[in-house]
């Protein structure tokens, strides 16, 4: 699994989205390094990590990852995806997440997907698969980056050409796997299990997102014992990227208040 480290310090370690990888966290990546040790991975089938084996394995390999390094507590933040994978880490190892702060988090079960959420992700799937990436690419920028309310012209278009590169690379590592790229999830049930998740925790939602991940936001926030949350305005799925100058300030406040 492909690792980047900087900094020096108390171990915070970043998780992508699923239509990203590790390069979303570009701006954390300046703005956190002087108080921080920083890792960023990319998990199997994004930026430079390859599918050597399935299913897909993202939570365990992560664990695997920061027990050969040595690092025996660490804080964590997670986007979409990998926020799902970091509640995964909280509840399968809870002594080694000290922090965590999920941000527009994905979970694995309960959502109650819109019927126009499931003709846009059976739009690309069509794509994938008559393999036409532009097509693939351009639908996950409308329904994430844009969001539901926006127009492409709403967007900053670097955000949108940062994630297009991102999630392009993604399709190609995964397209001969399509049909089977399945991932085994450490936790299954985390969804029913948030009550077990320890560390305090910050939640964080675009407020240009969709409903269904409010909604989630605001689960997380009421059944996950230390947590608090707060949404972002004028960004949709990936606030980190989309708004550094509200996302940053926000985040690195909750870390010294956890880990000082």
Known sequence: ????????????LFVHEAIADSRMWEPQWRSFADR???????????????????????ASDVIAL???????????VGGSMGGRVSLELAVARPELVKALVLMDSGLPSGIEWSEGMREQWAAENAAVERGDFDAAVEITLRMWVDGPRRQPSDVDPRVRTAVAEMQRRALELQE???????????????????????????????????DEMQAVARK??????????????????????ERPELFDPLVLSFLQSVLS
């Open 1 to 12: 699994m492909h690792l980047e480290q900087t900094g020096s310090g108390f171990p915070v």
């Open 36 to 58: 921080y040790r920083l890792l960023r991975v990319d998990l199997a089938g994004f930026g430079q990590t390859p599918i050597e084996r399935l299913p897909l394995t993202h």
């Open 66 to 76: 920061l027990d050969e390094l040595g690092i025996e507590e660490t804080a964590v």
């Open 176 to 210: 001969p796997h399509w049909e089977d790229g399945d991932e085994e999830l450490l936790v299954p049930d985390v969804a029913d299990r948030l009550g077990e998740v320890r560390p305090p925790t910050l939640v964080i939602v675009g407020e240009e997102d969709y």
């Open 220 to 241: 997380l926030a009421a059944e996950i014992p230390d947590a608090r949350l707060e949404t972002i305005p004028g960004a949709a799925h990936i606030p980190s990227l």
